[in-house]
């Protein structure tokens, strides 16, 4: 995998445990992300992102955190600073419905808690490096969640939606 220079991206982080939220911006800042915010629930990690506007937003999805209540916010409510963000769901819901629930719901990528720190920055060098296209369908606004390509001869019945604004993204950087 080719690095990924994560210097000038911002991260929000929502989660409700304040040992992970620290730990997760050290790791973020260890990797080079130096605009790193975290917040202790959905509700405040919805008004930070309109706030802030985030490159990427690291949310919780668990007992004490509705990480894709606010995932469906930043996708679907007209107050959202930017629908198309790219958005992580980390989660101890380890189940292949659990995965496929928020594949569903719009999300970008998924961790699985305990997450270690090259887990991170490959979901993140991934998000950087593979920009997707946002499909909209009837029960569904999200990055395209076919990493394939359509095979020749089948028809592709995606509606893809371009991103309304440029993320500020890096660019990858060979070492």
């Known amino acids: 995998m080719e690095n990924v220079d994560l210097r000038g991206i911002s991260v929000l982080i929502v989660d409700p445990n304040p040992l992970l939220r620290t730990v997760f911006r050290q790791v973020l800042r260890e990797l080079g992300a130096t605009n790193v915010e975290a917040v202790t629930s959905p509700?405040?990690?919805?008004?930070?992102f309109n706030t802030i506007n985030p490159d990427i937003v690291l949310a919780d999805w668990g007992p004490n955190c509705d990480g894709l209540g606010l995932l469906n916010r930043i996708r679907q409510d007209p107050a959202s600073a930017n629908c198309f963000a790219p958005v992580i769901i980390t989660s101890a819901y380890t189940g292949e419905t659990d995965v496929v629930t928020a594949r569903d719901g719009g999300m970008s990528?998924?961790?699985v808690k305990p997450v270690s720190a090259?887990?991170?920055y490959k979901r993140i060098a991934r998000i950087v490096c593979?920009?997707?296209?946002?499909i909209r369908a009837d029960h569904f606004f999200g990055p395209d969640r076919r990493r394939r390509d359509?095979?020749?001869g089948h028809?592709?019945?995606r509606n893809t939606v371009h991103m309304a604004k440029d993320v500020a993204m890096p660019s990858p950087a060979m070492a």
């Open 43 to 48: 509700e405040a990690g919805f008004a930070a």
């Open 109 to 111: 990528e998924f961790l």
């Open 118 to 120: 090259r887990t991170l």
């Open 130 to 134: 593979e920009s997707r296209p946002f």
């Open 150 to 152: 359509v095979q020749p």
């Open 155 to 157: 028809a592709d019945r």
